[in-house]
């Protein structure tokens, strides 16, 4: 099956750093989305970006399809944004998501 | 986005029982997931539930273990039977959204200790 590799595993910041989590995948996808998984456990959709950028707020996310990776953007990080951040991608015409390993983000006051 | 919500919220089972896991959305979908994330780990399908028809498991999963009921377009439960402390997991279902048939929105988990 497709594998799905994030990186940094870990991530420790001050409050008001920047930070860029990056995603690599091994095959062709139609569909990439990122989620944040707050200390409690929800998963929250934040973007569905199969390829291009798109900006929400602080995040945005860069999608380079033919080179197989996606990039998340945090600027003026807050203690909010703590948690852990998944990419999830499916095939073409496969619609069920193979979830990536997770960067664990901890944002200091 | 869907708002979906799962019970029990959390739970503590004993050893060789069941437990029953709720799902509902606020809205009529075609397919629901069921994800396991076990502790410190990522999300791992289990099946997708598609109303009128029998569950479809992704390998490493069976039915017996983890039988699946979609009774209308709106509901599902997931069962985890016959536990074992390998099954303290975060229990997750998941839907479409309506971004698209490609975007998927979470309940809030069902967290499961098994002592």
């Known amino acids: 099956g497709i594998q799905v590799e994030q990186s940094p595993p870990d991530l420790i910041l001050q409050e008001g750093a920047n930070s860029t989590l990056r995603c690599n995948f091994s095959d ?3 569909n990439l989305q990122w989620f944040h998984q707050n200390p409690w456990g929800q998963l929250i959709n934040l973007f569905y970006i199969p390829s ?3 900006q929400n707020g602080r995040l945005s996310a860069t999608t380079v399809a033919t080179e197989r990776y996606s990039l998340l953007y945090i600027s003026s990080s807050q203690t909010t944004d703590s948690g852990v951040y998944f990419c999830a991608v499916a095939r073409f015409g496969n619609e069920k998501l193979t979830f990536g390993t997770g960067t664990r983000l901890t944002i200091i006051p | 986005s869907a708002v979906i ?4 919220s959390r739970d503590i089972c004993q050893r060789g ?3 029953t896991i709720q799902c509902q959305v606020d809205s009529q979908v075609t397919m629901m997931f069921w ?3 076990q502790p410190g780990q990522s999300l791992t399908l289990i099946a997708t539930a598609n109303q009128g028809s029998e569950a479809t498991y992704e390998s490493g999963f069976v039915i017996d273990k983890f039988p699946i009921s979609r009774p209308n377009l709106t509901f599902s439960t ?11 997991s975060i229990y997750l279902c998941s839907v479409p959204g309506a971004g698209g048939p490609l975007t998927q929105y979470f309940g809030p988990g069902t967290r499961l200790l098994v002592l």
Do not use: I
């Open chain 1, 28 to 30: 062709s996808v139609n």
């Open chain 1, 52 to 54: 291009g950028t798109k």
């Open chain 2, 5 to 8: 919500s799962q019970k029990p």
């Open chain 2, 17 to 19: 029982t069941s437990l």
């Open chain 2, 35 to 37: 994800y396991r994330q």
């Open chain 2, 78 to 88: 997931l069962t985890v039977s016959n536990m074992s402390p390998e099954d303290s």
